[in-house]
């Protein structure tokens, strides 16, 4: 289980396990901050716990069965469990309760009193939480280190991308109002954070759903968009990097902020494909040139902005043709970071209807040829680095040196610098340092 140690003695304790997303983990978030303010321990052990929570994720088939096999872990070490997330509705929810008859609930994504009212059924709590003694941070319980913390701004998503079913599992999108937002990543701030992520299903849609109504911060007017958020985020003076950002046209005002040095020049974007037969049949909301022609906007604005995306291989029907135009756009795009699945078919998605299905072969032969494009457009990106001064916000230190972040490289999911030998720094402190070498994704001091 993730290390959420929290304890008193003679309190009820309950371990968690977050699996999938950083949305994900965002909702386990909510749900430990209002257990420990109810009272309640949080054990990492196993056999302390008076019941186990299991955050599921239900994205593809592969994150369901890790998600299934850690509920029979579970029911096999400790025996009451409970599971939440996004299996937790539906064909996955019957699969669950087939699978493990004797978890003691289940339910959905985002479903905190569900999850809340049956802790306090299963396990009730007979100590009387003190506010003068247990002391609960006022930014809540994080499951993240001290220096970073993700930031979700809103729930589900409008669109409907064939491959995907997260509208299924979380609904249409649903916005914070903004005052809420900035309050939350206020506090973080002023509990030591860093540097905060902004994550959601559609980071670029954010106040739609609430037609971008103003809302107040302090007193003062904002409106619920995505431009006033990233202005206001800008002003708290931490890093703010943004993830699950799609190319629409109003995100060209982030652009400028970025080359302003007010947020990260960092996007995140997951465009799928660079074939525009292929992102129609995904019902995906971008065509390719428009999208190649935003980015080359953007870096004429901001030279140094870092482009992370993610792609799919072998989505249902994919020609030789259509793969062809993928390895061109990604040739021309020159992205920074990029990640590449193989298609695979998840129960309840539109895309398994979808005629001529790419033999499994294929699939991996197209991934290595992918991979390779992109393994020497990072490296030769890392190289030109090599001699040049980068800010770099230290993750961890040990005894054989510090491992942190530039800009250009997002937590768990991209790459690292390497400081060896150097010991005498903590995480969370920003330095300045000279790369003396690169590799194919990382960074030497």
Not at 221 to 229: A, I, Q, R
Not at 324 to 344: K, M, P, W
Not at 364 to 371: K, L, V
Request: net charge negative; charged share 25%.
């Amino acid at each position: 289980m993730r290390d959420t140690a929290i304890q008193t003695p003679d309190r009820a304790k309950v371990g968690f396990i977050s699996l999938g997303c950083p949305k994900a983990l965002v909702d386990s978030e909510r749900i430990l901050t209002q257990l420990r303010i109810e009272g309640y321990d949080i054990t990492p052990q196993y056999e302390d716990a008076g019941v186990v929570i299991v955050n599921t994720c239900g994205f593809i088939d592969a994150a369901k069965e890790e998600s299934l096999e850690t509920i029979g872990e579970a029911i096999r070490e400790n025996g009451r469990v409970l599971v939440t997330g996004c299996m937790g509705r539906g064909d996955d929810a019957d699969a669950i309760r087939a699978r493990h008859p004797k978890v003691l609930g289940i339910s959905g994504p985002a479903a905190y009193e569900e999850v809340l009212s049956t802790v306090r059924e299963v396990l009730p709590q007979h100590h009387q939480p003190n506010p003068h003694l247990d002391l609960i941070p006022a930014q809540g319980v994080k499951l993240t280190p001290r220096h970073y913390a993700y930031l979700k701004i809103s729930e589900g998503c409008n669109h409907r991308c064939r491959f995907c079913i997260i509208p299924s599992l979380r609904g249409d999108l649903v916005s914070r109002p903004i005052g809420s937002v900035m309050s939350e990543a206020e506090g973080l701030v002023r509990a030591g954070v860093r540097e905060l992520l902004v994550v959601s299903q559609d980071t670029s849609a954010y106040g739609i759903d609430l037609k971008y109504q103003t809302d107040f911060w302090h007193g003062r007017p904002l409106k619920s968009n995505l431009e006033s958020l990233a202005s206001a985020l800008s002003e708290l003076g931490v890093w703010v990097r943004f993830h699950y950002v799609y190319p629409y046209p109003h995100v060209d005002k982030l652009i400028p902020m970025m080359a302003a040095g007010k947020l990260l020049p960092y996007i995140d974007m997951p465009l799928q494909h660079g074939a525009r037969s292929v992102l129609e049949r995904m019902k995906r909301p971008a065509a390719a040139e428009k999208t190649l022609d935003r980015i080359a906007k953007w870096r004429d604005i901001c030279p140094d902005l870092s482009i992370r995306s993610t792609f799919i291989v072998g989505y249902p029907g994919e020609t030789e043709e259509e793969f062809e135009s993928l390895l061109t756009f990604i040739d021309r795009a020159q992205l920074d970071r990029v990640g590449c699945f193989q298609y695979s078919p998840v129960k309840g998605a539109a895309a398994n209807e979808l005629p001529n299905p790419v033999p499994e072969a294929i699939k991996a032969a197209r991934w290595d040829r992918f991979m390779a494009l992109q393994q020497s457009i990072s490296a030769a990106k890392l190289q030109r680095k090599i001699g040049s001064t980068q800010t770099i916000l230290i993750d961890q230190v040990t005894e054989d040196g510090a491992i942190g972040r530039t800009f250009a490289d997002a937590p768990e999911i991209d790459g690292v610098v390497h400081l060896p030998d150097i010991t005498d720094f903590s995480p969370g402190d920003l330095v300045e340092a000279e790369i003396s070498a690169a590799d194919d994704y990382d960074l030497w001091v």
